[in-house]
């Protein structure tokens, strides 16, 4: 079945790890993007990638990083620079040309113990 | 700059009973308008989406929205609430068409749908 996979459901970070995110998709999507949902807020877009080897900052990146080597594949890192990391993290893929949709992974919940 | 409102944080209805969940829009071009729903601990799933062909748009579920350009509003009904409706709902306005054209997507707030037996 095509998809997008996230691992893992469940992560959680200690204080100053660095703690990576997969995100893999089958639907053959030239753009892929991280999402950030807060509690009773909206999803809020942390990196984005619309071709192999490039990415962009969204409106959240600081204390993030991406990788685009495989146009199948976009991990999100979450470093020791991100101050406030837990939350429900969101990954999605589309065709990005007029009139089409995002598909979203499961999602990962990061808490920092 | 494109936004999204939603009126309504929660809306609480009784199984059977219509819904209604408000969603209003700024945008400088004709936009590409979503409803996405989302169950607890769940990624997003798509329940319709206005391409322009039609401002009556009909979702998956027995959802449908009308695109109304003169208020602008995408808001999201169904004649008959189930059980299994409860969930938060998102209205969605994506950048392709515009200036930018990334695909980046702006959410609105989200609206909790209760469903009472």
């Known amino acids: 079945d095509g998809g997008i996979t996230q691992s893992p459901k469940y992560l959680f970070r200690k204080e100053g790890q660095n703690v990576t995110l997969s995100c893999e998709q089958n639907?053959?999507?030239?753009?892929m993007y991280w999402y950030r949902q807060d509690p009773g807020q909206g999803l809020r877009l942390i990196y984005y990638s619309q071709i192999v080897n490039d990415f962009q900052k969204g409106d959240i990146a600081e204390g993030y990083s991406v990788s685009r080597e495989k146009k199948e594949s976009f991990p999100l890192t979450v470093t020791s620079a991100q101050k406030n990391p837990t939350a429900f993290y969101l990954c999605?893929?589309?065709?990005?040309?007029?009139?089409?949709?995002?598909?979203f992974g499961q999602g990962t919940r990061l808490t920092v113990v | 700059a494109q936004s999204v409102t939603q009126l309504d944080s929660h809306v609480s209805v009784s199984e059977g009973t219509p819904v209604l969940l408000r969603c209003n829009y700024s945008?400088?071009?004709?936009?590409?308008l979503f409803w996405y729903v989302q169950h607890p601990n769940k990624g997003l799933q798509l329940l319709l989406k206005y391409t322009s062909a039609a401002t009556l748009v009909k979702g998956i579920n027995g959802f449908e929205a009308e695109f109304k350009k003169s208020e602008t509003s995408f808001h999201l009904t169904k004649p008959s609430a189930h059980m299994s409706d409860a969930a938060e709902y998102f209205c969605v306005v994506s950048d392709l068409g515009g200036s930018s054209n990334t695909g980046k997507l702006i959410f609105g707030q989200g609206t909790t749908l209760q469903v009472k037996p």
């Open positions: 945008s400088s071009y004709s936009p590409s």
């Open positions: 999605a893929s589309m065709v990005a040309t007029m009139n089409t949709e995002a598909f």
């Open positions: 639907l053959n999507h030239d753009a």
